[in-house]
């Protein structure tokens, strides 16, 4: 960038930044409420898991000393906890896919305002299978990580990946739901979140350092008034809540104005 792009940049950063704050309306309080319905049904679906998982019962193990202990008695016992796997894993797999159900009927309302799109069951099925489609990805590339790179390493590279995973995962948002299409606004968000780093990197780390200092502030603030921990929670919740509506709307309006075709 040359002085005058650079200028041209940053002006268009504060503009960017400005105008966010003039497009705080209801779209930012429902923000808020359809993040709190997403919470308690996430809670709900939590404690559901919690009741199955608690009524599975581990089969008492059988000594190890082959004098005392029958094949038989082994083979029962291998037979009990393969199917303790299997009901373990299905219970997490049907949780992971009502989180993602819900997440994503909640993002759709809470983006869907943000982009001027209206609501409908045929928004909810794409951005449904959108983020499942892009959970799979990153769980792949997760195990790929956990697998192949050294445990000393893990220390670096974990939050690199889900720094990652932040980055890239608002370009898709605000790619989908400005063309309503999955697997091109996954390529985009790929492309984009690549070939246009060097525009959306500055706000994307101004938006994490504020995120950052804001979680530390009303960390400081709860952590000093602990005797009044059950109202101060909530009303931090809920504060926070109110500034994520604000960042995605500040979000949505840099990536739309950055990743403009030249």
Do not use: H
Request: aromatic share 18%; hydrophobic share 60%; charged share 15%.
């Amino acid at each position: 960038m040359n002085k005058i792009k650079k200028k041209r940049y940053f002006r268009r950063n504060y503009a960017i930044f400005i105008n966010s704050f003039k497009k705080i309306d209801k779209n930012i309080v429902y923000s808020v409420l359809f993040d709190l319905i997403f919470i308690l049904l996430l809670m709900i679906g939590g404690f559901m898991l919690y009741v199955l998982a608690s009524k599975i019962s581990l089969p008492n193990p059988p000594l190890l000393d082959p004098k005392l202990t029958s094949i038989a008695e082994l083979q029962k016992t291998i037979s009990e906890l393969r199917g303790i796997f299997i009901s373990v894993a299905v219970y997490l797999i049907i949780f992971l896919l009502y989180a993602t159900l819900i997440w994503s009927l909640s993002r759709s309302l809470i983006w869907g305002r943000i982009s001027n799109n209206r609501f409908s069951l045929k928004l909810y099925e794409k951005f449904s299978l959108l983020n499942m489609v892009w959970l799979f990805l990153w769980l792949i590339l997760f195990a790929f990580i956990l697998t192949a790179v050294k445990i000393s390493s893990l220390k670096v590279i974990i939050p690199l990946f889900f720094f990652l995973v932040i980055y890239f995962t608002m370009i898709l948002y605000a790619s989908f739901f400005g063309k309503l299409k999955i697997f091109s606004s996954i390529k985009e968000a790929f492309a984009t979140g690549i070939k246009k780093i060097y525009l959306i990197i500055l706000p994307f780390l101004i938006s994490l350092f504020m995120t950052l200092i804001i979680i530390a502030i009303l960390y400081i603030i709860i952590s000093l008034m602990p005797i009044y921990f059950k109202i101060i929670f909530p009303l931090a919740l809920i504060a926070f809540l109110f500034y994520l509506g604000w960042l995605r709307v500040y979000s949505y309006g840099y990536i739309i104005e950055f990743c403009k075709k030249d």
